[in-house]
């Protein structure tokens, strides 16, 4: 199904989705301009193409390990590296890439130690692996829920905001109900109350009450992704730079409002920074890249990236065109 079979207003309900990713279509139908069922059918269309899905992560005091891994491999495994890779809880995103590495996994596990065995007992014994390098992730400088197309007028985003249920961080324990919650939810972001309650095992009233307390704890943050159908950003770039740590708050403050830069991770490695963007073409790598260093002059780009294939999206599958196929929880099913 190619891009063109999608027009301006599934754009809009999608980046209506990014803003407030549980709102219902009633809520949303007087923001947009159209009736909750014209949303719902787009929605529902776009969803079964598999080119747009919800899904959301752990956060705040709930937030796991996460490392950037870098994988070399045989000559001819890389493909098979990164697929029997794709289906491991642990591995919330796989990418195949161009340059220093083969493939690139981001790893979300509970601790140091659990990631220390996966890197070591699962990724460095999978056929095909010659090398593993694992960059601990100390701080998400901002990440790819804030992403928007910017297809929201001032006025649609500003009632928006009305809806949105975010709070920022607090103090809060999972306890097994929650952990329950959270699984269900990283599957299926917009999963209704009744579903939710089957996976979780307590009334709908319940769970209406503990997922506000994780939104309002700031213990989940939504994401809604869209392959390059839908959004025409069929080129996805990763660059690596280093900065000196009296500008890191400056570069998570710079970097935000540049297009196509999606994510910039703060990592403990040759590298402090890697941001990940999203491009129409080849051609706006450096450009890009020029636009960096005139908004963070003190950034030095060392590496950069091609995403050859990417091969799952924060517990995505997804096809060779980059649809969504299926979904691996990012939290495992047994409780903390």
Same mark, same amino acid.
């Not at 910017?150 to 961080?169: I, K, M, P, V, Y």
């Not at 991770?265 to 491009?279: E, K, M, Q, R, T």
């Given at each position: 199904?190619?891009? *063109?079979?999608?027009?301006? #207003?599934?754009?809009?309900?999608?980046?209506?989705?990014? !803003?407030?990713?549980?709102?219902?279509?009633?809520?949303?139908?007087?923001?947009?301009?159209?009736?909750?069922?014209?949303? !719902?059918?787009?929605?529902?269309?776009?969803?079964?193409?598999?080119?747009?899905?919800?899904?959301?992560?752990?956060?705040?005091?709930?937030?796991?390990?996460?490392?950037?891994? =870098?994988?070399?491999?045989?000559?001819?495994?890389?493909?098979?590296?990164? =697929?029997?890779?794709?289906?491991?809880?642990?591995?919330?995103?796989?990418?195949?890439?161009?340059?220093?590495?083969?493939?690139?996994?981001?790893?979300?596990?509970?601790?140091? *130690?659990?990631?220390?065995?996966?890197?070591?007992?699962?990724?460095?014994?999978?056929?095909?692996?010659?090398?593993?390098?694992? @960059?601990?992730?100390?701080?998400?400088?901002?990440?790819?829920?804030?992403?928007?197309?910017?297809?929201?007028? #001032?006025?649609?985003?500003?009632?928006? %905001?009305?809806?949105?249920?975010?709070? $920022?961080?607090?103090?809060?324990?999972?306890?097994?109900?929650?952990?329950?919650?959270?699984?269900?939810?990283?599957?299926?972001?917009?999963?209704?109350?009744?579903?939710?309650?089957?996976?979780?095992?307590?009334?709908?009233?319940?769970?209406?009450?503990?997922?506000?307390?994780?939104?309002?704890? $700031?213990?989940?943050?939504?994401?809604?992704?869209?392959? /390059?159908? #839908?959004?025409?950003?069929?080129?996805?770039?990763?660059?690596?730079? !280093?900065?000196?740590?009296?500008?890191?708050?400056?570069?998570?403050?710079?970097?935000?409002?540049?297009?196509?830069?999606?994510?910039?991770?703060?990592?403990? %490695?040759? @590298?402090?920074?890697?941001?990940?963007?999203?491009?129409?073409?080849?051609?706006?790598?450096?450009?890009? =890249?020029?636009?960096?260093?005139?908004?963070?002059?003190?950034?030095?780009? /060392?590496?950069?990236?091609?995403?050859?294939?990417?091969? /799952?999206?924060?517990?995505?599958?997804?096809?060779? =065109? $980059?649809?969504?196929?299926?979904?691996?929880?990012?939290?495992?099913?047994?409780?903390?």
């Amino acid at each position: 199904m190619e891009g *063109a079979d999608f027009d301006e #207003l599934d754009i809009a309900i999608v980046d209506a989705v990014r !803003s407030v990713p549980r709102v219902s279509w009633r809520d949303l139908a007087p923001v947009m301009g159209v009736n909750a069922a014209t949303i !719902s059918r787009r929605w529902s269309r776009m969803q079964a193409a598999g080119v747009v899905w919800v899904t959301a992560h752990p956060a705040g005091n709930a937030t796991p390990t996460c490392a950037l891994v =870098e994988i070399n491999c045989a000559p001819g495994e890389s493909t098979a590296v990164a =697929e029997a890779l794709a289906g491991d809880v642990e591995a919330a995103t796989v990418k195949l890439t161009s340059g220093a590495r083969d493939v690139q996994v981001l790893a979300q596990v509970p601790d140091l *130690a659990a990631l220390s065995g996966y890197l070591s007992d699962r990724v460095g014994r999978t056929p095909g692996v010659v090398s593993v390098r694992g @960059h601990i992730v100390t701080r998400s400088a901002f990440e790819a829920s804030r992403w928007r197309e910017g297809a929201l007028d #001032l006025d649609q985003q500003r009632r928006l %905001g009305a809806h949105d249920t975010t709070r $920022g961080e607090h103090d809060g324990v999972l306890d097994s109900a929650d952990h329950r919650l959270l699984r269900a939810l990283t599957i299926d972001g917009r999963m209704s109350l009744e579903r939710l309650s089957e996976h979780v095992g307590l009334g709908a009233v319940t769970v209406r009450r503990r997922l506000s307390r994780l939104e309002s704890a $700031g213990l989940v943050i939504y994401r809604c992704d869209t392959s /390059k159908h #839908l959004s025409g950003r069929a080129f996805a770039a990763t660059y690596y730079g !280093s900065i000196d740590v009296n500008d890191l708050d400056a570069a998570e403050e710079r970097l935000r409002g540049l297009p196509g830069v999606r994510a910039c991770s703060i990592v403990a %490695g040759p @590298h402090n920074v890697i941001i990940d963007a999203w491009l129409h073409t080849a051609a706006e790598v450096h450009e890009l =890249e020029r636009r960096m260093s005139r908004a963070l002059p003190a950034l030095r780009i /060392k590496d950069r990236a091609v995403v050859l294939r990417l091969v /799952k999206l924060l517990g995505r599958i997804l096809d060779a =065109e $980059g649809r969504s196929v299926r979904s691996v929880p990012l939290l495992k099913d047994d409780a903390p």
